[in-house]
């Protein structure tokens, strides 16, 4: 006997929620526990949670694999109001992998969607949120500060938002005042949203250059990120984990984007021995996927062991 459809959609939520609160492996396990045939919008959803953890978790080549099939999702869905959280993370997945013109006419008519609606905070919130991150992905801090201007106006989550958006672009500007990045941070993590907490920490340990405040925001990041860690639970003071000559060549790569095949190439060795080498470099700083490890990995390697 199939599922049920309403199971399913159940599942496809509390994997989005999981998800948007950066507890990963709650989202993968909901999205595997999927079963039979979806109907297109389930089946969207279906494809943009994949992509949302291939984006957070996986490698560039993960990523646009499952670019592509969330796009040919996107395609067979018309647009709704339901839509707009998948097509939200299509938004930020598809500046990464270079194809956001693909996207721009769907962005457009969710606005103008919106608009027809009153622009209702509540499912105009995290279109502006998402269409903000893929500004700042492509690189293109204009557009991420008009999406800003965007935000309702009303609700306190809005406003969170809005202020992590701003101090985000002062970040990526190199001008970082670490009281009020950790206090941007700290109000997204007790929103719910641990995952653009720690990378909004970690963005800011890349970018100083004092060894104590890196250190400082190298914790926090660790904490916003963690599933475990209560919201202002008091960071550690131990120093980050020194990591071996080979590490640091490894890690330099993995920061900069290369694959595991592509950095086994480089560095004339196996993909499959740069993957231990990252289980060992993960084990070190106690987290569980590429994409969490980044910012982590970023600021020790501006260190010297």
């Known amino acids: 006997m199939s599922r049920a459809p309403r199971t399913d959609r159940h599942l496809l939520l509390l ?5 948007l609160c950066g507890d990963l492996a709650s989202a993968e396990a909901q999205q595997a526990a999927l079963r039979g045939d979806l109907s297109p919008r389930d089946d969207l959803f ?11 978790a996986g490698t560039p080549d993960t990523v646009a694999r499952h670019w592509r ?5 996107l395609m067979r869905q018309p647009l709704d109001l339901f839509s707009l959280l998948p097509l939200g993370e299509l938004l930020v997945a598809a500046a990464r992998v270079g194809e956001g013109f693909r996207v721009a006419a769907h962005r457009d008519r969710a606005a103008a969607l919106l608009e027809r609606h009153g622009n209702p905070p509540l499912w105009t919130v995290w279109l502006t949120w998402s269409g903000f991150h893929g500004a700042i992905t492509a690189g293109n801090h204009d557009t991420a500060r008009e999406a800003l201007r965007e935000f309702p106006v009303a609700g306190r989550f809005a406003g969170v938002l809005a202020a992590a958006g701003e101090q985000w672009l002062v970040v990526l500007d190199h001008q970082v005042n670490v009281g009020v990045v950790l206090a941007a941070a700290e109000r997204l993590h007790r929103a719910g949203l641990r995952w653009d907490a720690g990378r909004l920490a970690g963005q800011a340990a890349i970018r100083v250059t ?3 405040e890196m250190l400082t925001l190298l914790r926090a990041a660790r904490r916003f990120a963690s599933t ?8 550690s003071s131990a120093e980050p984990p020194t990591l071996t000559p080979r590490e640091r060549d490894i890690g330099r790569l993995v920061v900069d984007g290369h694959t595991y095949r592509e950095i086994g190439v480089l560095l004339h060795i ?9 289980v060992r470099i993960r084990t070190k700083l106690g987290v569980s996927n590429r994409r969490s490890i980044e910012p982590l990995l970023a600021g020790i390697l501006n260190t010297p062991n």
Do not use: I
């Open 228 to 235: 475990s860690g209560a919201a202002g639970a008091e960071p």
């Open 46 to 56: 279906r494809h943009a949670l994949r992509l949302g953890l291939a984006r957070r």
């Open 15 to 19: 994997g989005w929620t999981a998800l």
């Open 69 to 73: 099939a969330a796009y040919e999702a």
């Open 270 to 278: 196996s993909g499959k021995t740069v993957e231990h080498h990252m």
């Open 210 to 212: 004092d060894r104590t």
